[in-house]
C-alpha cells in the first residue's frame, strides 16, 4: 500500500471531523467562512439594514454552500498542475502562510483526496447552493453558474495568458452582486457597478497579485503566465497598489449608493478599516516587495468582507 493509500485509509478511520479535514482543505473553508460575509455585507448596506429572518437562515446557508463549491472546482480544474508545483518545489514556504491554506492544502495533489471524491463534494454543495439561490432569486443561480464558469476559465488561462486575472476578479464580484440580488430583485444600477468595482479590485490589489507574489518562484518553474511572471515585480507592484487605493475609495464611496440605514458612522468605519486592511500593508509591500509583505497583505485584506460587514450593521444601530 502506498502513502497516499494509507493515508487514506487512516482517514477512514478516523473521527468525522478529522476525515472531514481534507474536504474542508479543498474547499478553503477558512477563507470560504470570510468570503461568506461578502454577500451579507452587500445586502446590508442595500437595504439598509438585516433582510428578513428566512432570507438571512437560507443566504447562509446558500453563500456557505457556493463558497464551498467553487474553491473545491479550484482544485479540482488544477489538480494536475497543483501536482507539478510540489513536484518542481522541495519546499513549501507559503504553506500555512495564509488564511486559505490553514488546512490542508490540495489534498487531491497531495494524494490525500481521491478525484471522484473531490467531484461529489463540488457536485453536492453546488447543487445545495443552486437550490438555495433559486429560492432567494432565480437570477442568483445564473450569478452562481457565471462564477463556476470563471473559476474554471481563471484555472485554464493559468499557462496562457496573465488577463486570467479578469475572470478571478469577476468570480469575487459575482457573490457580493448575488447577495443583493437576493434580497431585491431590482437594485439601483449605481449600487451594482459602485460594488462590483469595489469587490474586483478588492481582489486584484488585495489577493490575486499578492498571492502570485507568494507563489512567484513555482509559478516560474512551472511555466504560470501571471502579473508577476508577465509584466515583472515593480509593475505588478504598481498595479497592485491601484487596485488597493480603487477599493479604497470604493469601499468608502458605495456609502451614498446605499440604504438610508447607513449611517454616518460607517464613512469612519470604512476609513479606519480600509487603512488597517489594505492601506497600510500594500505601503509595506511597496517599500519591501517579498512573499512576507505579499502574504501580510494577503491574509489582513481577507478580512475586509468580514470587517466592513459589521461596520455596516453598526452602522443601522447608531442614530447618526
Not at 454552500?65 to 494536475?80: K, S
Not at 508545483?85 to 504553506?95: A, K, L, N, T
Not at 469575487?172 to 459602485?194: L, M, N, R, S
Request: hydrophobic share 50%.
Amino acid at each position: 500500500m502506498n502513502h497516499a493509500s494509507g493515508r487514506l485509509s487512516e482517514l477512514i478511520g478516523s473521527s468525522p471531523s478529522v476525515k472531514l479535514t481534507p474536504f474542508f482543505g479543498l474547499s478553503r473553508t477558512p477563507h470560504g467562512l470570510l468570503d461568506m460575509c461578502t454577500p451579507a455585507m452587500a445586502a446590508v448596506l442595500w437595504l439598509g439594514g438585516f433582510p428578513p429572518t428566512p432570507v438571512v437562515l437560507v443566504g447562509i446557508v446558500t453563500a456557505f454552500a457556493g463558497y464551498t463549491a467553487v474553491y473545491a472546482l479550484n482544485d479540482i480544474v488544477d489538480c494536475r498542475i497543483d501536482r507539478e508545483r510540489f513536484s518542481v518545489s522541495s519546499e513549501d514556504p507559503s504553506y500555512a502562510a495564509r488564511v486559505d491554506e490553514i488546512l490542508i492544502r490540495h489534498p487531491i495533489a497531495r494524494g490525500i483526496l481521491s478525484f471522484n471524491s473531490a467531484v461529489i463534494w463540488f457536485i453536492a454543495w453546488a447543487g445545495i447552493a443552486l437550490a438555495g439561490a433559486f429560492w432567494l432569486n432565480p437570477f442568483c443561480c445564473l450569478l452562481f453558474l457565471v462564477s463556476s464558469f470563471m473559476e474554471t476559465l481563471y484555472c485554464k488561462l493559468l499557462r496562457i495568458s496573465h488577463w486570467r486575472i479578469v475572470p478571478s476578479a469577476i468570480v469575487k464580484a459575482t457573490g457580493g452582486i448575488a447577495g443583493v440580488y437576493a434580497v431585491d430583485p431590482h437594485p439601483a444600477t449605481g449600487f451594482v457597478a459602485i460594488l462590483f468595482l469595489w469587490l474586483a479590485t478588492w481582489e486584484i490589489g488585495g489577493q490575486n497579485i499578492a498571492n502570485d507574489m507568494v507563489d512567484m518562484d513555482t509559478d516560474i518553474k512551472v511555466s504560470a503566465r501571471t502579473t508577476l511572471t508577465v509584466l515583472g515585480l515593480n509593475e505588478s507592484v504598481f498595479v497592485l497598489l491601484i487596485g488597493v487605493s480603487m477599493a479604497t475609495l470604493a469601499g468608502i464611496a458605495v456609502y451614498w449608493f446605499s440604504g438610508k440605514g447607513i449611517g454616518l458612522f460607517y464613512l469612519f468605519g470604512a476609513g479606519v478599516l480600509s487603512w488597517k486592511l489594505l492601506l497600510e500593508p500594500a505601503r509595506e509591500v511597496y517599500k519591501s516587495p517579498s512573499p512576507e509583505t505579499a502574504a501580510s497583505l494577503f491574509n489582513r485584506a481577507s478580512y475586509m468582507p468580514a470587517a466592513f460587514l459589521m461596520a455596516a450593521l453598526i452602522s443601522t444601530a447608531l442614530p447618526f
